[in-house]
């Protein structure tokens, strides 16, 4: 990895091998120190976008986000190849994540220094607690998080490394005086209490120096002014601390002279009151606790395992939520053990507990507490202790625990507790972390390395080799990184290769039983532990959660409802997902929800064949009407947002067909496929929609004449897309009859206007006229101006063809205004893009810059991927035309690489201007100079081929 130092304790800055990185202006710095602020958790984009737009961003904000990504990703890793995947700052899920080590960080490693500041002093080595505090105080430069701190983001983190900034300073004082130093410590004490006159163990530390220096009565004035302050600032007391000293000061108790071990006083909050230290005589060595020693070893979870002991160092209350089997006991054990806190960590096992009432004699028992029957007996034994409780599995007692909890964190300011739970005991002060599947994406990833330790144990001497690394990944994806399942499906690796684990999983239950003898038994099957879960819920919750089962993928509410018949869904489903038995999809509008599979496995299995076929039949029906919607809605002012949802509806209508053709019902899946047709075309699911529509077309009975008109022309449009006009034409051949007998105008009209294009591009000019002339006249008596932009964009190319270009550029400039009225923005970037094919044939330079900046523009908003591929390829060739033939081949590196992934090529679409395009960028150029521009293009995402061109162009 590259040698990185990032900084935030000041202005935000990044050193790259030992040189400053130029970060740019305030907003990316800030996107910087956004991600950094999260430490290495993810941050959605969404979320991105409403921080550094404080809630009103731009309409081009995604995409502008996208150019700062890429421009930081330059600056923090200049060296990575053109293609390579960044390692810093990464793509994850919805959002992005910064992956560096937390010793990059300045700001982590000031902590660092303060908390083994804090420790040295706390066992009694002042000098080197005074190194680290030392260090960790040089590590601030300025103001932390200076060029944003009052960003919404940042203002927490302000306040929480400040607090440890005062929290440390205060150490370094204990140091100087653990050290003798009272004489020298007492005018930086006097400043420090000045600038902070509400710090109670700054005043504490500086009577203590005080009297020390032999001036009781200054020691006593100084206690007094700190009391009035606080009397007349907040109205309230000095702390027991405090009036310890003040006594302790005016008896001139002997135990003042002496310097005595210091309790550690590091913590993430600011300390409103503390008096001289306590004294414990307990040492590391002599800490008690009942943690297990696990035979195997930890694999993975680094990330959260980190995420865990931070939020421990600065919250009491720290819950682990998940479903069962995805680790949460034994990610709680690992961060508790690498705690050296001076009273345990003490674990409390809570799956024997049947009964609420015995909460507290379980933590009494574990605590050695004899009798403790509530909270009233637990916490005056646990008031004195820095004692760490960690609460495993209280989610079958989670409102006892909860009312214990929070009465026990009340009365015991010193006490800690890490509760694992399949949901938040949701009391004030608790710090959630919700454990998220292992990673399972590759060879390489934590969920392999798991099964492959797990089944060394049993096959000491087996080396997958890389087919067996690949099915391996395979086996780990669709066991949803499920720490538990993954162990159990490696049990079996001393009888069955990986390919038969792998073949077994379409009936996992029965194949992920028969654990170790020694686990619990909600453990010892996959089975036992989502039925763990799956008990614990009431009768209807248990039959919303079965019915969810029919998802394919995620979810919404509104289907939710309809599929499961539910009226209270919102209220089932905000408590599945409190009991992590439902995940939600951060940063999507509407709120998306999805189960796990081995969770929506045990959902089916709980059906009967009479509800599993009533379910289904209503997911079909939400289905349909769902896509008759969104179909109709996806040429509307609101394409983007409609596409997108459809988008993510795509595994549950891909579920749908596939089961109205089960059942015998073609038609319906006719009519899904026939309402996604024009999604399918922009988002390039070519194949996809050809296979549904060609089998829906054989399969069903044509009774419903608009139905099969509608879906030969997608099949129209969508072989047009692959290049095949032949097949093209035939389709709608075929439309023709069904759109006059359906009587459609704007059917008919739709069929007019594809043919004329066609036709045109078969050089059959005069034809294209007429069917074009029809169409045009068509959509107008149809009232459809979304056809109407249509047919004036195909007669402006069929102009084109004519060899009459300022009749076509007139037509593009009408079609584009009627698009735009009508909220109809394909077809303004179609015709846009046909306007500078025009502006190429006309050769004026100054017609075609504009022609291409227009264009840009419209790329620039553009949501499909195939428009946008076959833009790009069109502009290739224009920078040909005007001396700019190596950014055009730049541009066919970027088609050829994502177009190649999709299984699009602009070529064949366009047969005519494609070819010519790519023949003009490369003739100008040498071989070598093509494929080196070329292959910098490949590398481009698709962001950053956009700013690429508008910062050519635009």
Known sequence: MTDIRLGVLGRISADVAGEPAALGGRVPRSLLALLVSERGRMVSADRIVDELWEGAPPASAVTTLHGYIASLRRALEPDRAARAPSTLLVRQGPGYVLRVPPEAVDAERFTQHAQLGSRALAAGDPARAAEELDAAERLWRGPAYADCRDAAFARPEVVRLEALRLAAREDRFACALRQGEHVTAVAALQAHADEHPLRERTWSLLALALYRCGRQGDALAALRTVRERLVEELGADPGPELRELEADILAQSPSLDLPGPVAATFAPAARTGSGPEPVHTASASDRTRNLPRHVSSFVGRQEQLAGLRALLDEHRLVSVVGPGGMGKTRLANEAAAARDDLDGPWLVELTTVTDPADLPHAIGSVLGLAGADSARSLAPALAGRSALLVLDNCEHVIDAAAGLVESLLEQCPELRVLATSREPLRI???????????????????????????????????????????????????????PLAIELAAAHSRTLSVRQIADHLDDRFALLSGGTRTAPQRHRSLEAAVAWSHESLDVAERRFFDRLSVFAGSFDLDAARRVTGDTAALSRITGLVAKSLVAVEPGTEPRRYRMLETLRHYGDRQLTDGERREVAARHRA?????????????????????????????????????????????????????????????????????????????????????????????????????????????????????????????????????RAYFLAATGDVSGAAECGERALALAREAAQPWVEAEALMVLGQVARASGDLAAADALIVRAVSAAHASGHEWAALSSTWIGLKIAMDMGDRDHLVRRARELVHELYEEWDVTSWLVGLHSLAGCLAMLGRPGDGAVLLGTVAAIGGRIGFFPERMDPLDGPRNAEAVRAALSAEEFDARFAEGRGMARAEATAYIRDLLG
């Open 428 to 482: 004030a002060g608790e710090a959630v972390l919700d454990l998220p599947p292992l990673d399972a994406d590759g060879p390489d990833s934590e969920a392999v390395r798991l099964f492959r330790d797990r089944a060394r144990t049993l096959v000491p001497t087996w080396q997958p080799s890389a087919e067996e690394l690949a099915t391996l990944a395979e086996v780990c994806r669709t066991l949803d990184g499920m």
């Open 622 to 754: 939400w289905a349909e009407q769902f896509a008759e919607e969104a179909g109709h809605r996806a040429r509307s002012a609101d394409t983007s947002r409609w596409l997108g949802r459809l988008e993510a509806e795509l595994p549950n209508f891909r579920t749908a067909i596939a089961s109205a053709f089960a059942v015998g019902e073609p038609v319906v899946a006719l009519r899904i496929a026939t309402e996604l047709y024009w999604f399918f075309y922009r988002r390039g699911h070519v194949g996809e929609g050809l296979d549904w529509l060609t089998r829906g077309l054989a399969e069903a009975p044509p009774a419903d004449p608009a139905l099969y008109a509608r879906s030969y022309i997608g099949k129209a449009v969508l072989h047009y897309l692959s290049g095949d006009l032949p097949s093209a034409g035939a389709a709608l051949d075929a439309a023709q009859p069904f759109a006059l007998e359906a009587e459609d105008p704007e059917h008919r009209a739709l069929v007019l206007c594809y």
